[in-house]
Each structure stands twice: as C-alpha cells, then as structure tokens.
C-alpha cells in the first residue's frame, strides 16, 4: 500500500496565502469557517482552487439537498411532513428563494469544471464567498422560525394528549 501525500496545514495556508493576495480572495480562515477548507491538506493537488471551489460547492449540495426536502417532503423523513405543514408562507417564500440561489451555485460549479482556469476559479471563489454569507443569513432566519413552528406544534400537541 502506497501512502498518500499530504500537504499539511501549514503548507495549505501557505499556498492559499499565495492565491489570495494575487486574486484577492477572503481569508483562509473564513473559508474555512464556512467551508472546512482545512480538509484540503489531506490531499496534494496542483489546482488548490479547483478543490476549494469543490469544498464549497459541496456545502451548497448540503444545503440543497436540505431546502429540497421541505418542497417535497414525499421522499423525506416523516419530520419533514410535519415541518412542511408548520411552515408559514413567509418561510416557504424563503425556501424558494433558498432553491434558486443554491440551485444556480450548483450550475454554475458544473460548468467551471469543464475547463480549468486559475483566475475563473477565484473569481467564483469571491463571488460564491460573498453570496454565500447571505443565504447563511436566510437560512439562519428560516431554520429560527421553523424553530418556532415545531415548538408551537408541539405545544398543542402536549395540550391536546388525552393520556
């Protein structure tokens, strides 16, 4: 069995720390507190931000695939169900708005993989960095009022119990 190479932490940091001045991309360390960039150094790679922009796309998955339940709970956990049915319309406007902005990401990743190209790569970086603090803050509001749905849910749920 052959091991694998890897780059280390410090080594990563220090290559990012390259690409970002030259591109002028966000800092390692708030990549990686979205994104877990950090996962990076595991492996070696030539095209360092071809593997971030997939490290991020991969979080935009999450989270689509997240959202996608709540628009069609028939093939989700039975929680789903009974979420989808507390939701109020403000939060299913929000879930919308949510699918589009992650389901645009995802296309828009696909086509970069096509051909690489360094000074696209960060540019999609930049832009997805910055987008992405504001469907963090969509999300954070929706996932407060579903919070809330559930708790009201289960609320007349107890009031209701027969015993």
Not at 40 to 64: G, S, W
Not at 146 to 162: D, I, M, P, Q, T
Request: charge should be neutral; charged fraction near 35%; aromatic fraction near 12%.
């Amino acid at each position: 069995m052959t091991e694998e190479c890897c780059l280390g932490l410090a080594e990563l940091k220090k290559q990012y720390e390259k690409l970002r001045k030259k591109y002028n991309l966000p800092s390692f360390e708030a990549l990686n507190q979205d994104f877990e960039i950090e996962k990076l150094q595991e492996r070696e790679t030539e095209l360092l931000l071809r593997e971030i922009r997939r490290n991020m796309i991969d979080k935009n998955l999450a989270y689509l695939r997240f959202v996608e339940m709540f628009l069609n709970p028939t093939n989700a956990p039975m929680f789903f169900l009974a979420l989808t049915k507390t939701l109020s319309n403000g939060d299913k406007k929000t879930i919308e708005e949510l699918y589009a902005e992650l389901g645009k990401n995802e296309l828009k990743s696909v086509a970069r993989d096509n051909e690489y190209d360094e000074n696209e790569e960060a540019k999609f970086i930049k832009k997805f960095f910055e987008q992405w603090q504001k469907i963090k803050e969509k999300f954070s509001g929706l996932m407060i009022g579903v919070e809330k749905a559930w708790e009201k849910k289960s609320e007349k749920a107890e009031k209701g119990y027969l015993g």
